[in-house]
């Protein structure tokens, strides 16, 4: 069964950094577009970033660019979300989504109704 194991969350200072991983197993790791997405207190599930299978195309929402950076080691099953100058409102409960199919554009990639899995989370705290 897909498996999807978020680790890397816990709490850091305005302007601090946190590394995320997801580890992936139980589907062809290599055919899939993969994200993250973020759930805030009260918010609905908020797309973060995508990265197609090849691992060459990567895509951030408007709120994280510049600051984040998705990456993905196929070869380990894991995808990354490196996060830098943080904010306290990137406090959430984040998330790494596998893409629906194999055949996902860009059209898909951006919505989280894409993605058919989504791991535990792991908590990402930004205060001082």
């Known amino acids: 069964q897909v498996q999807l194991v978020e680790s890397g969350g816990g709490l850091a200072q305005p302007g601090g950094s946190l590394r995320l991983s997801c580890a992936a197993s139980?589907?062809?790791?290599?055919?899939?577009?993969m994200s993250w997405a973020r759930q805030a207190p009260g918010k609905g599930l908020e797309w973060v970033s995508g990265?197609?299978?090849?691992?060459?195309?990567?895509y951030y929402a408007d709120s994280v660019k510049g600051r984040f950076t998705i990456s993905r080691d196929n070869a380990k099953r894991t995808v990354y979300l490196q996060m830098n100058s943080l904010k306290p409102e990137d406090t959430a409960l984040y998330y790494c989504?596998?893409?629906?199919?194999?055949?996902?554009?860009?059209?898909?990639?951006?919505?989280?109704?894409?993605?058919?899995?989504w791991g535990q989370g792991t908590q990402v705290a930004v205060s001082s």
């Open positions: 990265i197609f299978s090849d691992g060459i195309n990567r």
């Open positions: 139980g589907f062809t790791f290599n055919s899939y577009a």
């Open positions: 989504g596998k893409a629906k199919s194999f055949l996902l554009d860009w059209g898909g990639l951006h919505r989280v109704e894409a993605y058919d899995y």
